[in-house]
């Protein structure tokens, strides 16, 4: 930039915005203070602008150098391997060793740009961390992870969990708010991670209790304990708790959770192919599989495959198909530019609508569906290359002065480096199981 013609050039390199996570503007408003001009220097009639691009090479612990591509090592999808999975997989576990707290907790959202912890609460997101924890620790075989995780989740608990009346028990927010899919991600957790001899087991019956209760006549769900009617979230909640209510009916045998499952059946498809929100999608898939293959095939329900096939291919062909914007480091995410009130593509959106199409691939395939097992191999890739991409690791964290606070953890997009929990604990679910489907080496 040339602020006016009385000026010096002045520039900065092309990955600083990256590094420092600031807009163009807030970059040009840093080069106009260096050289002592008014923050708005570059809204002068007379300023002048240059593009440029220069390579970005940077020298590894090794000695090998690497060139990064939007402060990223470039990784195609042929380098997704059960090898490169696994390494991936440790780094989430260490960076949970390194990161916990001594009373179990975990940090909920930091800024390495900067060093700036942010406070925050979110059950939902921190169960799915503990859930997450679980999934690697089992693929691993690591006691480490697994403890690590139960402490988060006892400390979640000793806060949060309610019991009510003798009757049943809930996940509270510290506000009070006890949420339909707090509850159901407890119970997730719970059957990830937990034998039924631990002490902790116990809570899971009272809490699929709760889940139960929430249901309404006609198989939606009131997603909030309150006393007025409310559906707020439902396209989140309702799947989540639905998933909960497969997996008790799964290892109870206890028919009221398969009669919820059938009675929700009766619900949400019809509204869905009314008006399809793909948020619904990952939940749903998730529990109608489960639900489907918990079944001898005399006895499983041919409408939940539909069902299930429908959100899958559904999801595929609006979100994956559909992002034409998206550049090399960003595909395998998960967005529609046409369909903006379906959100913006993030890690965490891309971790759970991952982990949901592993489901339909596992249905697939327990049919010999060659067609559907292919797509859905393709789809489960492309996700994986693109949580992987956003993955913080030894390469990309030379400019931090903290890379351990980090290097494991998950960038919220190739353009915005803050790492929130849930990024986390959604790619430790999904890689877990994509480690299977990989592993197989089919279609």
Not at 394 to 403: D, G, I, M
Request: charged share 25%.
């Amino acid at each position: 930039m040339i602020p006016d013609p009385s000026s010096r050039k002045i520039s900065f390199d092309p990955w600083l915005p990256l590094q420092q996570n600031r807009s163009l503007e807030k970059m040009l408003i840093k080069l106009c203070a260096q050289e002592s001009l008014p923050a708005n220097c570059f809204h002068n009639s007379k300023a002048r602008f240059e593009l440029f691009e220069k390579e970005h090479l940077v020298t590894g612990a090794e000695g090998k150098n690497y060139r990064l591509v939007r402060n990223t090592l470039p990784l195609p999808i042929e380098s997704v391997t059960t090898e490169l999975l696994i390494a991936r997989l440790r780094l989430i576990g260490k960076w949970i060793e390194r990161n916990q707290g001594p009373n179990g907790t975990l940090p909920y959202l930091y800024s390495p740009s900067n060093g700036d912890y942010r406070k925050g609460s979110n059950r939902i997101r921190e169960l799915i961390t503990v859930q997450g924890g679980y999934a690697v620790s089992k693929l691993l075989h690591d006691k480490v992870i697994a403890d690590a995780a139960r402490q988060f989740q006892v400390h979640l608990f000793a806060r949060s969990l309610k019991e009510v009346e003798n009757k049943y028990a809930v996940i509270q927010e510290e506000s009070g708010e006890a949420k339909l899919g707090a509850t159901a991600l407890a119970v997730l957790a719970l059957y990830e991670g937990l034998s039924g001899d631990d002490p902790l087991f116990k809570e899971a019956e009272k809490l699929g209790e709760f889940l139960l209760s929430q249901q309404r006549e006609d198989g939606s769900f009131q997603t909030f304990k309150q006393d007025t009617p409310t559906s707020q979230n439902d396209r989140f909640y309702s799947g989540e708790a639905l998933t909960a209510i497969a997996r008790i009916a799964q290892l109870t045998g206890d028919k009221r959770y398969d009669t919820a499952i059938e009675k929700s059946f009766t619900f949400y498809p019809k509204q869905l192919k009314e008006k399809f929100y793909p948020q619904y999608a990952p939940w749903h898939i998730q529990a109608y599989s489960i639900a489907y293959l918990n079944k001898p095939p005399e006895e499983a329900n041919a409408k939940y495959l539909e069902y299930v096939y429908w959100l899958a291919d559904t999801l595929i062909e609006t979100m994956l198909a559909n992002d034409r914007n998206a550049l090399p480091d960003e595909i395998g995410r998960f967005y529609n530019p046409d369909r903006r009130e379906w959100g913006p593509p993030h890690s965490s959106s891309t971790g759970i609508y991952v982990e949901g199409l592993t489901y339909a691939y596992e249905v697939a395939k327990a049919l010999q569906n060659q067609n559907r097992m292919q797509a859905y191999h393709r789809a489960v890739m492309l996700g994986t290359r693109a949580l992987l991409q956003v993955q913080w690791t030894e390469e990309n964290t030379y400019f931090l002065s903290n890379p351990e606070r980090v290097i494991g953890a998950f960038k919220r997009t190739v353009t915005d480096n803050r790492h929130r929990l849930d990024q986390l604990g959604h790619a430790a679910n999904a890689l877990s199981r994509v480690h299977s489907i990989v592993k197989k080496k089919d279609p």
